[in-house]
């Protein structure tokens, strides 16, 4: 039977990441956007944009969901005009349904050279497959062009507000479950380190190298998540409680981790390319083993009260510790893991302090 749970249950990354309040949301937005669009003959013709502009538009924060719906608004009306200017010329056949969406991909990358916009492409299909005829029975690209907008702006607005709706209750939760996330893989980037070192297997750095390539992404996609519930909550600051002060510490903590997680990368890649590492490590070794581990569990502590959303009781002095370098002949490995030690005695310093990460009754004791 245990098994069987296990099979359907969320590995921990996607429940950091709150899955099941995300399919709970998208089933009741999809069904309300559904019932609405099915009202209107007009929407009606065009399911399809409503549900897919709907579901690009939900977003754990409503700032966020704001930005996407907008984005597809955006890309829509320039993949519609991209395209009504040719195939209003030259009509619809093989030739220019190509040459649309080949001049919309131009005009993409003429606004951004970084970016092609998906749904500009879609648009852009759209228009020359799914003409709207008018009352006349002549095609219609201004008829065409409107019921995409309609459709999509449809969708576009109930996600919004089931955006809006679900972050009353699920803000102050997200918030602790992103950091442990990042803590969790960050984690994990450490004790490969620590495996390798052990066990003498390049293998296992190159492929922790690889990864730490998205922990920086996701770092970054956090920190962009933390601010726009910033600037939200300067306009519903009571519903969602909390301090001014703890959102800026949260924003720290995530900054800290950066750093962390640079000086991981740099232990990871003077161990997997300087040849003079390896020999010289013997020296150090019990030290880096020690100091990895420690800092190992000391993470692993502020993840747990992260994801039970208590309040970390550290002591202040250690907390507040700077750890000196005092031998300037030590392995540049030695000097990072050292710098580490101070940032996290920096995020345990905000866990001590902020007591909105949770509830003062119940508490971790002093690692």
């Known amino acids: 039977m245990r098994?069987?749970?296990?099979?359907?249950?969320?590995?921990?990354?996607?429940?950091?990441?709150?899955?099941?309040?995300?399919?709970?949301?998208?089933?009741?937005?999809?069904?309300?956007?559904?019932?609405?669009?099915?009202?209107?003959?007009?929407?009606s013709k065009d399911m399809i944009s409503v549900l897919f502009g709907l579901m690009l538009t939900l977003e754990p924060v409503t700032l966020t969901g704001i930005r996407r719906g907008w984005d597809q608004m955006y890309a829509t009306i320039l993949g519609a005009l991209s395209t009504a200017v040719i195939i209003s010329i030259f009509g619809i056949h093989i030739i220019t349904i190509s040459l649309s969406v080949a001049f919309t991909l131009y005009v993409c990358l003429k606004i951004n050279w970084r970016e092609v916009s998906p749904v500009a492409i879609f648009t852009s299909i759209y228009m020359t497959q799914y003409v709207q005829l008018t009352g006349a029975g002549e095609p219609s690209i201004l008829l065409t062009i409107q019921l995409r907008l309609m459709a999509l702006g449809m969708g576009v607005i109930i996600a919004i507000l089931f955006n809006l709706l679900?972050?009353?209750?699920s803000y102050r939760k997200?918030?602790?479950?992103?950091?442990?996330?990042?803590?969790?893989?960050?984690?994990?980037?450490?004790?490969?380190?620590?495996?390798?070192?052990?066990?003498?297997?390049t293998s296992i750095l190159e492929e922790n190298q690889k990864e730490m390539a998205q922990t920086f992404n996701n770092i970054d996609w956090v920190y962009g998540f933390l601010r726009d519930i910033g600037e939200e909550k300067r306009i519903k600051s009571k519903i969602i409680g909390g301090t001014d002060e703890a959102m800026k510490a949260l924003v720290e903590i995530v900054m800290d981790l950066r750093s962390i997680c640079h000086l991981n990368y740099d232990i990871n890649l003077r161990l997997l390319w300087d040849k003079?590492?390896?020999?010289?490590?013997?020296?150090?070794?019990?030290?880096?083993?020690?100091?990895?581990?420690?800092?190992?569990?000391?993470?692993?502590?502020?993840?747990?009260g992260f994801e039970l959303k208590e309040k970390m009781n550290f002591s202040r002095k250690n907390a507040m510790?700077?750890?000196?370098?005092?031998?300037?002949?030590?392995?540049?490995?030695?000097?990072?893991?050292?710098?580490?030690?101070?940032?996290?005695?920096?995020?345990?310093y905000y866990m001590e302090n902020y007591g909105d990460f949770g509830t003062e009754n119940d508490s971790i004791e002093n690692v």
């Open 321 to 348: 510790k700077q750890y000196k370098i005092e031998d300037n002949k030590k392995l540049r490995i030695l000097e990072s893991l050292l710098e580490m030690e101070t940032l996290v005695a920096s995020l345990e």
């Open 166 to 169: 679900f972050s009353f209750f």
């Open 3 to 43: 098994k069987l749970v296990d099979l359907f249950r969320f590995q921990k990354e996607a429940d950091l990441l709150d899955s099941t309040t995300y399919i709970l949301k998208s089933f009741l937005a999809v069904a309300t956007a559904y019932a609405v669009a099915s009202r209107s003959d007009v929407i």
């Open 174 to 201: 997200m918030t602790y479950k992103r950091i442990a996330f990042l803590l969790k893989s960050i984690i994990a980037h450490m004790e490969k380190i620590l495996d390798a070192l052990k066990t003498n297997e």
């Open 276 to 304: 003079e590492t390896w020999p010289l490590m013997h020296d150090h070794q019990n030290e880096m083993f020690e100091k990895f581990e420690h800092l190992i569990l000391r993470l692993k502590t502020l993840k747990k």
